[in-house]
């Protein structure tokens, strides 16, 4: 029997097992050390590193001073301004509002006239340090007999200083009538100052950069910039910056210490970069062009971002690939295929027009290895760095789609392939099935989950069925980020799910190569909202102008790259398990990515009508989380295109029947009609799901059953019925039976162990995902002598819904300690809600 056809029947033992196991106690774990499963990737814990939350702009690029090239004002590329909106071509709008973008005023400067001095500024659109950062502002004092005339800049979010730390600060300026001096320090909110001040004369006609040096006198999270003037004139100002002395590896240009240091803590063996949807663009004029992005910064042409903010491009190309050489990490760089982002409205470049798109894939592997006398490579030397960065990984696109995206990946494809045979070739097929990408070739597949605690943990069997002819997978972005309260800045319940599947991905490792959270970086008070609408991301490391920290997950994940055995061994777990629920709870209808109609809705319990939609009055008694809802003439209607639910009734409703009329007006999806809703957990029938495929009954976005092929057409009534019988449930489309499924409990209790072979032990990594502890006896086989004693490490708190938070950073974190008495058999309990990682060491013989 091989490791495979032995794992499914291991799983089939435990689901036995498990049912009869209704009495049985303490749970039992027969580890067998001498039966080796796959082979784990040494560098299969990485990182995603994406622009957004304003997680390197205002985050780990270390430019403490924002919109400091004055481009901010510039309209969003390739939107277009309706009122007071940018719009893309499809009326998605840019967000330009979300941070204070204006176009005819300077973001993010004030001007200030203290003691009744008097002065403007204004916006210049030409004439500014280089043609890339063509814009500057004009600095004029008028009166200044009895105070002063200057602009501040407030940083993001606040300018955040340290005491006694230096920074170095740069301008260019140049003067009109004025010659000097322009006086420059760090200030608090009250005007104080909190630095040293520095004073420049002889002001030029021409730009002249002007350097100095200022140091904090004391702790300020939000400083902010002043830059005064000591005479009265006019005078013109560029490309203000202020960074750390300090950067992490003392790299000019470089990284905010504090968080680089997080990030290299995770010791992460790949980091992909730069995005994600920064990648792939609102528009085609906003995708990511990483040829802007090298060379001096003045130079470097800055570009609206789909995370409704303007890149300073200050972190380009260069900058990600020696990060990723100090982090000892492997670059796996994500370039635009010519699709724009599916989530706007998605733009393609002509196939006729591809050949810029094409190139700057083959000129970005010429710039990360190329030799010194290509023109890339020449480049990159001149940067700083002679040697190749040996990049060997490429993506071809992120969450792109369809048609479009086939001819485009294969037009790139083709081209790096033959230039760049032994690279790999990464294909995100996260939105697309693998089998519409058949013929064309990638050597990773890449898939990105977002989802619920409750659909983690239901999917640590994942991949045991995965056919191993297939591509090997990477898992390149995952979080859980839906279902349960709190969840927006996770959690130790949303980190324990995401362990559970963590821990079927090492199960799988043969055929799940690399994994990563995302996103992965956000400054607190820089998180971009949703598209369409808050809530804003999520991220794994949180930070403020001067304090850092990492959530539950920053970590779960740490403990599971330091814990990653280089070889799994089996593993089979029993348990008892928990009597299957009746469904009970309120009914709702809504949408995912449509505008829909509603009517008829019954509730009928034992044959008697509950609640009859046909008396619906007004939208009274609805409780509903968003979308746009109106009620009239017995039709109820969710008009914005997008997502939106609204529920009715008693949470204490089981064992009904739920019939309506459905008809869809407009959208990519069909309709989602809510049963079993109570609390935070809740069923629906998903039709038309997945872009308008199939249709699904989902447990908090979790399959419940098999999915089955079917469409929605638009315009059209549809009668659909849902008979809930104690945990059974029927759909029916059209009185036509769609499914027929029971829900079961979900498993709670996950082992896994794997050899580690650099010091010999045993790995065991344990998540009891439920409220009491699991007390557990081991039996430990195939390994000679073990060690009595054993390091133990648990991550838990007194609340699933605990966090750490900037006022209390370390609130749950891991525990070390050793246990005694280990051998073949010994007992152990797992408290509640918690990740345990046993290493047993053998001794010697
Ligand atoms: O991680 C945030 C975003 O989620 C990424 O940009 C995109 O790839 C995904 O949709």
Known sequence: MNWFTRRIWASLLYICLAVQAQAADPATITVDAAISGPRVNPRMYGIFLEEINHGVDGGLYAELVRNRGFEDSRAPEGYLQVGKRWVDAGGFDSGFAEFGYTTDSIPFWTLIEDGGASGSVRLQTSGGVTDESSYCARLEATDLAKGRVALANQGYFGIGVNQGESYSLSLYARGGDFRGPLLVRLEDSSGEACSNEVSFSEIGDGWTQLRGTLTATKMDPKARLVVAM?????????????????????????????????????????????????????????????????????????????????????????????????????????????????????????????????????????????PIDSHWGAMRAEAGHPSPFGLQQIEIGNENQGREFFERYQFVHEALKVKYPDLHYFADLSWTSPESMRGEAFDVEDRHYYNSPRWFTSRFHEYDRR???????????????????????????????????????????????????????????????????????????????????????????????????????????????????????????????????????????????????????????????????????????????????????????????????????????????????????????????????????????????????GTIESDRWYDVKIELAGNRIRCYLDGVLVHDVTSTPPERFFVTAGRDEADGSLVLKAINASAESQAATLHIRGLERIAPTANVTVLTSAKPTDNNSLRRPQAVVPAETQIDGVGPEFAHEFPPNSLTILRLKPLPN
């Open 230 to 370: 000591g005479a009265k004139g006019r005078c013109w100002l560029d490309f203000v910056s202020l960074f750390p002395k300090q950067t992490w590896h003392d790299r000019p240009n470089g990284l905010r210490p504090d968080i680089a240091e997080m990030i290299a803590d995770l010791k992460p063996g790949f980091v992909r970069f730069p995005g994600g949807c920064v990648v792939e663009g609102a528009t085609v004029e906003t995708a990511y062009d990483w040829k802007l992005t090298v060379g001096p910064v003045e130079k470097r042409r800055e570009r609206w971002g789909p995370w409704n903010y303007r890149r300073t491009q200050g972190m380009g190309l260069y900058e990600y690939l020696q990060f990723c050489e100090d982090l000892k990490a492997d670059p796996l760089w994500v370039g635009f295929c010519g699709q724009t982002c599916i989530f706007r409205e998605r733009e393609h470049v002509p196939m006729a027009e591809m050949g810029p798109v094409r190139d700057n894939f083959l000129d970005l592997v010429e710039y990360a290895n190329g």
């Open 467 to 709: 056919d191993r002819a297939e591509p090997p997978l990477y898992l390149g972005e995952l979080a859980v980020t839906s279902g349960e309260a709190g969840l927006l800045r996770g959690n130790l319940l949303a980190a324990l799910a995401e362990g559970v599947f963590l821990m079927g991905c090492e199960r799988n490792a043969d055929t799940v190569r690399m994994v990563s959270y995302a996103p992965l970086l956000a400054n607190i008070d820089g998180r971009t909202a949703l598209t369409g609408a808050p809530p804003p991301w999520h991220a794994m490391i949180y930070f403020d102008g001067t304090r850092v920290f990492g959530t539950v997950s920053y970590y779960l994940w740490k403990l599971f790259g330091a814990n990653r055995p280089d070889e799994m061994v089996e593993v089979r777990t029993e348990y008892p398990t928990a009597t299957p629920p009746v469904i009970a709870g309120q009914i709702g209808v809504g949408t995912w990515d449509a505008t829909t109609e509603f009517k008829d809705i019954r509730v009928e319990q034992g044959g008697k009508t509950v609640w009859d939609g046909n008396a619906l009055d007004g939208e009274q008694g609805w409780d509903r989380d968003g979308g746009e809802w109106t009620a009239d003439d017995g039709v109820y209607r969710q008009n914005r295109r997008g997502f939106g639910l609204s529920y009715f009734g008693d949470p204490r409703w089981s064992n009904y029947t739920l019939s309506l009329k459905a008809r869809k007006s407009s959208g990519n999806e069909g309709f989602l009609i809510v049963f079993g809703r109570a609390g935070s957990e809740k069923y629906w029938w998903n039709l038309g799901g997945w872009g308008n495929q199939q249709h699904a009954i989902e447990l908090n976005q979790t399959a419940v059953g098999q999915p089955v092929p």
